[in-house]
């Protein structure tokens, strides 16, 4: 089945204490981009791959990282979690053209207390 | 920079109702258009979009939005929603290297 899988679903995290969410898809897709979701502001793009080795900051890239070592794998890496960090995170991914829209993952859920 | 817009936060209606959702973009040169819907507890999935061509796009679900290009609109429309309709809707303009979202709708439908 063609999916994009995120790990964990859900994470509750100390401020400060490093994490990663993991994001891997299994159709092939160019494009993959992280985004978070918080009540009244809809999705925001956090960062964004075109392809391994190329990636670059979305619309609110501060505090957080990704790597694309390979074409599956799109990690999201928080460095230093803070509070404002709690929000939904959805990974997505798509082909380069874009012909059937981005595919999302299921989400994670973090809580920075 | 590139900006969407959905002025209905929230929208109550009757089964049976239709359904109108505004969404207006502004993007610079060509712009791909796509509605998603988020039901409770779930990620988000495609409804339908606008490449190019005929205007009035048909989605699932029996969904369509229509693509007014002077008005810089993009609205989504069902004749008769249904209390499984209940759900966020996103409007989102862009490309696949960055997509912008607008802030969502959220529909009630009441039985």
């Known amino acids: 089945e063609a999916q994009v899988t995120q790990n964990p679903r859900y994470l509750i995290t100390v401020t400060g204490k490093k994490l990663t969410v993991t994001c891997s898809q299994n159709?092939?897709?160019?494009?993959m981009s992280w985004y978070r979701q918080d009540p009244g502001l809809g999705l925001r793009q956090i960062y964004y791959?075109?392809?391994?080795?190329?990636?670059d900051k979305g619309d609110v890239p501060e505090g957080y990282k990704v790597s694309r070592k390979e074409k599956r794998n799109f990690p999201l890496i928080l460095e230093s979690p803070s509070p404002n960090q709690t929000s939904l995170y959805f990974c997505?991914?798509?082909?380069?053209?874009?012909?059937?829209?981005?595919?999302f993952g299921s989400g994670t859920r973090l809580t920075v207390v | 920079a590139q900006s969407v817009s959905q002025h209905n936060h929230h929208v109550i209606l009757s089964e049976a109702a239709s359904l109108e959702l505004g969404c207006n973009y502004s993007y610079g040169g060509t712009v791909n258009l796509f509605w998603y819907v988020q039901y409770p507890g779930q990620h988000l999935q495609l409804l339908l979009k606008?490449?190019?061509?005929?205007?009035l796009v048909k989605g699932i679900k029996g969904f369509e939005a229509e693509f007014i290009k002077s008005k810089f609109s993009f609205n989504l429309r069902k004749p008769s929603v249904q209390w499984s309709d209940t759900a966020e809707y996103f409007c989102a303009a862009g490309s696949a290297r960055q997509l912008t979202f607008g802030s969502g709708t959220q529909l009630t439908v009441l039985p």
């Open positions: 997505a991914s798509s082909h380069r053209d874009s012909a059937n829209g981005y595919t």
């Open positions: 159709m092939n897709h160019e494009y």
């Open positions: 606008y490449f190019s061509g005929d205007p």
């Open positions: 791959s075109m392809n391994v080795e190329v990636t």
